[in-house]
């Protein structure tokens, strides 16, 4: 029968890549004698002080040696403010020097410089995770260095909450390596096409939306291209882009496999139009997320709904990709809202039911499985809900009066 003390050291180092450090330090060293040999070899700890109390912050940095680090995670947002000052003025960020993750929160520029000089010297970096103010308006050297590393062959994934001017002014290096790009801002369609120009292996794009200005440029750009080939996930968070410029952006990555796009705009909402570039632009597309919103400039009427909907309930929506879909509004709003389920947004309004306009194409044998495990933030007019509560309340009473009525 295996036991902690005839398991092999390397297995035991696969289980410990499940465990969080404090509990590989604070823990195991203290179930048996064996453990405690372990876990002094061990060398691929993941340090995370996104939300950390100071003196464990202090105990886990003294207690593991820089060198069997491998993912550091520093932030300067509440609940952990002044975090990255602190570290980098007690620990020397040069012995880290096995790091191949590094994700950096609401870092200052000063510091993140000293960070970047230093990770541009190791070549084991695979993810880099930077958030800054979007009100930084970072110098030229430090765009220098972000782009430096942007160049790493080992970088695989990219994370960068920017300023937008900043991202405009990164240098994209020629055959990059990232697989995985995440931007939070939005960026001109040349940064786009260059991007996508230079990172022959990359896989996943998120965007808050891409920027157009120029049409003719863009249109231009689009009938000289064949297209990317590489790109197999596409998001954009707040789409701005009117239907006939997404159906061009989307043409340039025809081996889309999941597509999410938020946004606003009337046309957005032709379901017909979506089937139509699918079907003959996104061959491969078998994941379609969506979440849009539509001013009708008048309060929402139920023929509207149903107009609406009907592009939704086709033989290619409903059985060929099994893409359910919902439309609500609430009364005395001209506010409609489209959306695929389950819903890919992370925050909602609620509505009381009575107060609320809907339809949906999802089969009713399965709406009771549908989940929100991507909302991430409700909010809730409390007037209305207490409205809708009197409201329940005065139903009730009238039905029970009737009730004692008719039978009496």
Known sequence: MPSLDTL???????????????????????????LNSVTNNYNRYELNFK??????????????????????????????????????????IEKYTQLRSVTLISIEESYLNIILEHLSTTCLLASLVIHCDLNSNLNNETIRLISFVIGKNTLRKLDLTLEYETIDKLEWPAECSIQYLRISDSIQFNKFYTILRCSPHLKTMILQDCIINNIDEFN????????????????????????????????????????????????????TRWERLFEIKLPNLNKFEFAFQRNMGINCDVADFDSLMAPFETKFWLENKHWFVSIIGVKNSPFLNLYSIPDCVSKISFHPKANKI???????????????????????????????????????????????????
Do not use: W
């Not at 491998?70 to 980098?88: A, H, K, V």
């Not at 009730?396 to 004692?404: A, G, L, R, S």
């Open 358 to 408: 809907s339809r949906s194409t999802v089969p009713m044998a399965i709406r009771n499985f549908i989940t929100m495990d991507n909302i991430r933030e409700l909010s809730l007019d409390l007037i209305e809900m207490q409205a809708d509560m009197i409201g329940q309340v005065e139903v009730n009473q009238i039905v029970i009066t009737y009730f004692i009525a008719f039978f009496s």
């Open 51 to 92: 939300s950390i109390f100071k003196y464990k912050f202090h105990q886990l940095c003294r207690g593991i040696h820089p060198k069997n680090v491998i993912s550091l995670t520093l932030s300067d947002e509440s609940p952990t403010p002044g975090q990255i000052g602190l570290f980098l003025s007690l620990y020397n």
């Open 8 to 34: 092999p050291v390397e297995l035991l180092h696969r289980i410990f890549d499940s465990l969080d450090a404090e509990t590989i330090l604070f823990s195991l060293p203290y179930v048996c004698k064996r």
């Open 220 to 271: 231009s750009i689009i009938s000289n291209i064949i297209s990317f080939q590489q790109l197999t996930s596409f998001t954009l968070e707040d789409c701005d882009l009117n239907m006939t410029m997404i159906e061009s952006l989307l043409s340039l990555i025809p081996s889309l496999v999941h597509l999410t796009v938020k946004g606003t705009g009337g046309d957005l909402f032709d379901g």
